[in-house]
């Protein structure tokens, strides 16, 4: 999907573990979103960066935190995973620049909290 | 685990009829808005996008309107076809460089 790809696509854990999810872009952008998906909410953020160690939170930041060591890579963590993450999350990009706002998405990672 | 599909309103249309989707927007301030579809198992993708100083603008066999007025958006996809059913969200940018989504609408395209 246009340099973005996440990582794993699919993944099922036990409550209460550590769990790290990938997004990894080739486009150079400056911002990364993770959002996540759940049936009755849409697409809810939870953190962004906009640029290298720079992050803040989104509105459903508890329990999640990132990191952004380089440009290309945006880790989302769930510190110890409950089963109210269980959720489809999704990674986005975009550009800088005043033109165009919108977004290009990964495909999304289905995570199971059991 | 669910759809996405699931809990949303659906539109059902006949292959060949023209479809509207409909959003209702929250903030006054934003400025800019996009249109996405999402289809089975996939992320969701660009379609259309409209600023606040446009109150319409076109694309291939789609059309976005926007009312500041009433706060409501609207894609029109003309000559509607079974590659169209997927789930269709608003996004708005209010301003603080993250987009804010609708919860969306299904949309179903019988042959």
């Known amino acids: 999907d246009a340099g973005i790809t996440q990582s794993p696509r699919h993944k099922v854990t036990e409550t209460g573990t550590p769990v790290t999810l990938r997004c990894h872009q080739t486009?150079?952008?400056?911002?990364m979103y993770w959002y996540r998906q759940d049936p009755g909410h849409g697409l809810r953020l939870i953190h962004y960066?906009?640029?290298?160690?720079?992050?803040d939170k989104g509105e459903v930041s508890d329990g999640y935190s990132v990191s952004r060591s380089k440009t290309e890579d945006f880790l989302l963590t769930l510190e110890s995973a409950t089963s109210s993450q269980t959720s489809v999350y999704f990674c986005?990009?975009?550009?800088?620049?005043?033109?165009?706002?919108?977004?290009?998405f990964g495909s999304g990672t289905r995570l199971t909290v059991v | 685990g669910e759809s996405v599909g699931l809990h949303l309103p659906t539109l059902s249309v006949q292959e060949g009829d023209n479809s509207i989707i409909n959003c209702a927007y929250s903030n006054s301030a934003s400025d800019y808005f996009i249109w996405y579809k999402q289809e089975s198992g996939k992320g969701p993708q660009f379609i259309i996008d409209?600023?606040?100083?446009?109150d319409k603008r076109q694309g291939q066999r789609v059309t976005v309107l926007l009312n500041k007025t009433v706060k409501h958006l609207s894609l029109q996809i003309a000559a509607t076809q079974p590659g169209d059913s997927a789930v269709y969200f608003c996004?708005?940018?209010?301003?603080?460089?993250?987009?804010?989504f609708g919860k969306g609408t299904m949309l179903l395209v019988s042959p």
């Open positions: 409209i600023r606040s100083n446009m």
């Open positions: 996004a708005e940018n209010s301003g603080y460089s993250t987009l804010t």
């Open positions: 960066s906009y640029g290298v160690k720079d992050t």
């Open positions: 986005a990009i975009r550009e800088s620049g005043q033109i165009n706002y919108g977004y290009t």
């Open positions: 486009e150079n952008h400056r911002y």
